[in-house]
């Protein structure tokens, strides 16, 4: 897993940016991983569900 800081600079390299064109800094990042672990398995579940 890449850390923050790579994380933050690989959005600002391809231009991704937050909510109302904010950039995605390590501190945003953090503030969202408790909750990425649930959005991505719901994305799995899903998406396994569309190929079957």
């Known amino acids: 897993m890449p ?5 933050a600079q690989g959005c600002a390299a391809q231009r991704i940016t937050a909510q109302r064109n904010r950039p995605v800094t390590t501190a945003y990042i953090a503030d969202q991983v408790e909750d990425f672990e649930r959005r991505w398995q719901a994305r799995i579940r899903r998406h396994a569900q569309t190929q079957q």
């Not at 850390?3 to 994380?7: F, I, R």
Request: hydrophobic share 40%; charged share 0%; aromatic share 0%.
């Open 3 to 7: 850390s923050l800081q790579a994380t």
